[in-house]
């Protein structure tokens, strides 16, 4: 049986090849905002817009730091050091690397390592969430600040367009046919 847990009364059942979905979702999208990020000039990727938000920049850096950290627990691994980037170019240089480890650990996680108990290490520490859990608070987390980068970068006239999952389906199929 998946592993799962309760939302409500609703049981929510998560299984790696959905995980791996949603990470394929995840990838697009960063890879679109990333894209989308190198056209602003270095001033406008540092702005930081109204007062508690983040600068595009640090946004899109906060998303590759907590999957890095997250990588990390899921793995049982100690976190690494990194340099925190000097541009969107430095921001992308460290996605793509992170991007392919979190592939490859999806892709070798089985059905029934998704109940595991993960240690969470610091600087958030002490709790104890699922391996399934955790996946997912990674990805849900991500689309938070994705929303935010896209904002950002719509209100400097270069808008990502739609990167709800649905338009990732979309694209994902339309790649499909034209390599056929």
């Not at 899109?60 to 050091?81: D, F, Q």
């Not at 592939?103 to 391996?131: K, V």
Request: aromatic fraction near 8%.
């Amino acid at each position: 049986m998946p592993a799962g847990w309760w939302v409500g009364s609703i049981p929510f059942v998560v299984t790696p090849r959905g995980l791996r979905e949603l990470y394929d979702h995840h990838a697009w999208s960063m890879a679109t905002l990333l894209a989308h990020a190198s056209e602003v000039s270095q001033e406008e990727a540092e702005a930081m817009p109204w007062k508690g938000v983040a600068s595009i920049q640090d946004t899109l850096m906060h998303i590759v730091t907590s999957e890095r950290y997250w990588l990390c627990n899921w793995k049982g691994a100690e976190r690494p050091h990194f340099d925190w980037p000097e541009s969107i170019g430095d921001v992308a240089g460290q996605w793509m690397p992170l991007q392919a480890d979190s592939r490859a650990f999806l892709a070798s996680l089985e059905e029934d390592e998704l109940g595991r108990m993960l240690e969470l290490r610091e600087p958030i520490g002490g709790g104890r969430e699922t391996l399934a859990a955790g996946i997912m608070h990674v990805l849900l987390h991500a689309a938070q600040h994705r929303a935010e980068a896209a904002l950002l970068l719509s209100d400097l006239g270069r808008s990502p367009g739609e990167l709800d999952y649905i338009d990732f389906l979309e694209h994902r199929e339309a790649l499909l046919r034209s390599r056929a």
